[in-house]
């Protein structure tokens, strides 16, 4: 390890977070990111690696993806974060743009700085416009670290912290468990449902057929609101713009983020339909976020949803969607029993190893063969596959013969022990 390497470990051991950077030193992974372009980075050290986390689709579109950072850079000249007290150009015209993508009557946006902030938005915006507090989720969710989304999510997150909330306002139920969700919400008292499309901090099980537009259909039975925390499952990633879409129905607000800032600035947004937003009619002025719908955030995200609709980046997901689907399948006849099933939508996969803990077992040979990938937290044999919508075949070709070398070394690893 380089002396310069050393010394920004030793710093961030001592005055950034002792524990993350033990936990990923007990697991060998010593990474301290240094140069990164498109779909790679390189350590520090020089080690390169070939990105299929993304930091969740916070790269979806490259690491400094050129167009961009040009429109970052373009927009600094003119603007800065703004004020978010006023009306602006870019908050406007962003508005607008995502008022054009997203289906029916989802007019309004709300403007933040991160995934968590959006869904806090969200909760409270059905709080004040139904005058309930009970939040129901889904097992094995996560929806952020932030106040209400924290709450919202899986105990792992929330317990330490003495997050809960209020007794019985968050309750979680489990995914395709339809009776389940109606037991909670007949109860007349729910402001909304938040469902993360697909789970992805539980590795991507698909929900199953209808069962999304049957949640909603009981949301409209029983007063509650529909949230589509659609964070890691929108922006084209499943191979529509939003990941419900999959399912012909119409959420009441949708959460977008990560990606959304093109991974170069802060921004996510909440949009809403005029019966979610009440609160944009009558207290408008009683929530905002400084940063949030940064007018330099607001150009560089309407750079990303314009080449994310683009025809040929749509075109690429899918031919990319067949050929994930295709490698995939030929490792498993490769490790059969080691990698035993894979779930699918778009670009992004989980893929369910035969093993306790794969941040252990497949994470560290992936990255000692030069490939970035984690596993789901809340489902630790299972990684996530996530590609970007930009790459192209010999991206693909190169990763699939990193991925079998270090299935490969994590097979004779198995048998060692
Ligand atoms: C589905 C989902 N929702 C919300 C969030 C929170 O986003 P952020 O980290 O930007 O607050 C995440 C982050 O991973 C997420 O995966």
Partial sequence: ???????????????????????????GIDLVMGKREGYRFWDMDGAEFMDIHLNGGTYNLGHRNPEVLETMIHATEEFDVGNHHFPSIARAELAEQLAGLCPGDLNYSVFSTCGGEAVDVAIKSARYATGRKKVVSIKGCYHGHTGLAVSAGDDK???????????????????????????????????????????????????????????????????????????????????????????????????????????????????????????LFEIGRLHGSTCGGSEIGCRVASKVLEITTRQSTVENVHRNKQQLRKNVEELMAR??????????????????????????SVVKPLYDNGVWAHNARLHPNTLQL???LLCDQAYLDELFEKIDAGLKAACRNRKRK
């Fill in 157 to 279: 997150f929330k317990v330490p912290f003495h997050c809960e909330g209020e007794p019985g306002m968050f309750v979680q139920v489990p995914l395709n468990d339809i009776d389940a969700m109606e037991a909670e919400l007949k109860k007349e008292d729910t402001a909304c449902v938040l469902v993360e499309t697909i789970l992805a901090t539980y590795g991507f099980p698909l929900p199953a057929p209808g069962y999304l537009k049957a949640v909603k259909h009981l949301c409209e039975k029983y007063g509650a609101f529909y949230v589509a925390d659609e964070v890691q499952t929108g922006l084209m990633r499943t191979g529509k713009l939003w990941g419900f879409e999959h399912e012909d129905l119409q959420p009441d607000m949708i959460v977008t983020a990560k990606g959304f800032g093109g991974g170069v600035y802060p921004i996510s947004a909440t949009v809403m339909n005029r019966n979610a937003g009440k609160w």
């Fill in 335 to 360: 490790y059969p029993g080691f990698l035993k099933s894979y779930s699918q939508r778009g670009v992004i996969m989980g893929l369910n190893f035969d093993c306790e803990d794969a941040s252990v």
């Fill in 386 to 388: 996530k590609l970007g």
């Fill in 1 to 27: 390890m380089t002396k310069e390497k050393e010394e920004i470990l030793r710093k961030s051991r001592e005055y950034w977070n002792p524990s993350k950077v033990e936990d990923w030193h007990g697991k």
